[in-house]
């Protein structure tokens, strides 16, 4: 199980790299910004179908932010 804090700070680094908003990240899979702040805070773990909607917003793969490495 990915731990949610390393998990959350995965997504903002890549979300901060590919310069999108928390509010433009929200908007793209259908969550408030709050939510988006709390996935990446590490206080709330996203859940699968949030996951996959982040990973197709940040064309990314699940490996990308999952592995430790």
Same mark, same amino acid.
């Given at each position: 199980?990915?731990d949610?804090?390393?998990?959350?700070?995965?997504?903002?680094?890549?979300?901060?790299?590919?310069?999108?908003?928390?509010?433009?990240? =929200?908007?793209?899979?259908?969550?408030?910004? *709050?939510? +988006?702040?709390? /996935?990446?805070? =590490?206080?709330?773990?996203?859940?699968?179908? *949030?996951? +996959?909607?982040? /990973?197709?917003?940040?064309?990314?793969?699940?490996?990308?932010?999952?592995?430790?490495?």
């Amino acid at each position: 199980m990915a731990d949610c804090s390393n998990l959350g700070k995965r997504i903002r680094a890549m979300r901060s790299k590919k310069n999108i908003t928390q509010e433009r990240l =929200g908007e793209m899979i259908g969550v408030g910004t *709050t939510h +988006v702040s709390h /996935i990446e805070t =590490g206080n709330t773990m996203p859940s699968m179908k *949030t996951f +996959v909607k982040i /990973i197709n917003a940040l064309e990314c793969s699940a490996d990308e932010l999952l592995s430790e490495e």
